[in-house]
């Protein structure tokens, strides 16, 4: 997933700074008037917005998915709340509260982000190896595509720190969420997005 440093990096960008700072006033005045937040802890809100959407599918969020999500945010933020609330984690709450609401404008702050650091259209343009293997097929397809995207791939489908070339075991809602958001961020006809689908394991 993103590092602080990188989220840093993407909030300073003139083009993703601007539609992260438009998407904080609007889930301020809509959701939470009260709310302080920077636009860096925003954009880390923002980029964790699909991983709450797949721990939503089932229904509800389980404790070991609120512990995973609550160190995802920590990771992203800001530094120095170790011993104090985390405002992305403070802001978490909320957006899982009206999830529904927020989830389409903030994908589309993900999609500029994604638009402003890689070259979608030769991402489109690679082909997946003939490994017969879906672990190994992903892992040799992962070499050929740009460190960015990867990073975004771990960040917005996943929501822990483990090697992203793994077999993980989902349920089938939570695996159709994941084609759900990979079609909403236009992430579903990348060949290297449905050997990562591919490495699932559907319960």
């Not at 920077?38 to 070991?64: E, K, Q, R, Y």
């Amino acid at each position: 997933m993103f590092s602080e440093n990188e989220i840093a990096t993407l909030v300073e960008m003139p083009e993703i700074r601007k539609v992260t700072l438009e998407a904080k006033q609007l889930f301020i005045e809509g959701e939470v008037s009260l709310l302080e937040i920077t636009n860096h802890d925003f954009l880390s809100l923002i980029m964790m917005t699909p991983a709450i959407g797949v721990a939503l599918a089932n229904g509800s969020i389980s404790l070991f998915e609120e512990l995973a999500l609550n160190k995802m945010a920590r990771k992203m933020s800001k530094g120095g709340y170790f011993m104090k609330i985390d405002p992305v984690a403070h802001a978490m709450n909320y957006l899982i509260k009206n999830y529904a609401a927020w989830e389409q404008p903030f994908f589309e702050v993900i999609k500029h982000c994604m638009e402003h650091t890689f070259n979608k259209e030769q991402l489109l343009s690679m082909k997946s190896s003939d490994m017969i293997d879906p672990v190994q097929r992903f892992a040799r397809d992962l070499m050929t595509v740009p460190y960015i995207f990867v990073r975004f791939l771990s960040t917005v489908i996943l929501n822990d720190e483990s090697d992203i070339v793994e077999q993980r075991s989902i349920s089938k809602v939570e695996y159709e969420k994941i084609i759900d958001i990979g079609e909403k961020l236009g992430l579903h006809q990348i060949p290297v997005f449905d050997s990562f689908c591919r490495t699932f394991e559907v319960k």
